[in-house]
């Protein structure tokens, strides 16, 4: 690799970890700046309904009301308000559906461009840290040459040394 291509590589390398060190910047402080109460309230109230309707809490209170349902309709223990086969119940369940559908599909949505953002945030972050240990072993390439040099001067004045001697006792 020619010396001038080496050298254009390693400004086009510095220009872009100087980029992405701006850009690192400018997402802290866009970050740090967004806070909950940045939410709209259609946005909290997904999330809300996303997390209520995901919770074990909502799952067993509404099992134990369809299990009662059943039970108070097939027993007939009160007055057979919806006998089998529950089709108020299957208009109830279908209604609750449809109506939590959405609220959940938004609180989803929200959450993968979250999880996209911090994905385009790790990629630039995995690029800045090879870069810079890119440029670590350059430096270390850089020392390890500069001691290979000296090591070689240091043989040769040795070389030198011990022919000048040997000459002198002959």
Not at 113 to 137: C, G, M, Q, S
Not at 154 to 167: C, G, N, Q, W
């Amino acid at each position: 690799m020619s010396t001038n291509l080496a050298n254009d590589i390693h400004d086009a390398e510095l220009k872009i970890l100087a980029e992405l060190r701006l850009e690192r910047r400018k997402l802290r402080q866009k970050w740090a700046s967004k806070s909950p109460d940045d939410l709209t309230v259609g946005q909290k109230i997904a999330d809300t309904v996303a997390a209520t309707m995901g919770s074990w809490r909502f799952i067993i209170i509404q099992s134990t009301i369809l299990v009662l349902w059943i039970a108070l309709n097939v027993t007939a223990y009160i007055r057979h308000w919806d006998p089998y086969p529950f089709i108020l119940l299957n208009l109830a369940l279908s209604f609750q559906a449809a109506y939590a559908a959405p609220f959940i599909m938004m609180s989803q949505n929200r959450q993968q461009e979250i999880d996209r953002k911090e994905a385009e945030n790790d990629y630039h972050v995995n690029i800045k840290a090879e870069l810079e240990i890119e440029l670590l072993h350059d430096k270390i390439d850089a020392l390890r040459d500069r001691e290979v040099l000296q090591l070689t001067q240091a043989v040769a004045e040795l070389t030198a040394l011990l022919k000048s001697e040997r000459a002198a006792k002959v």
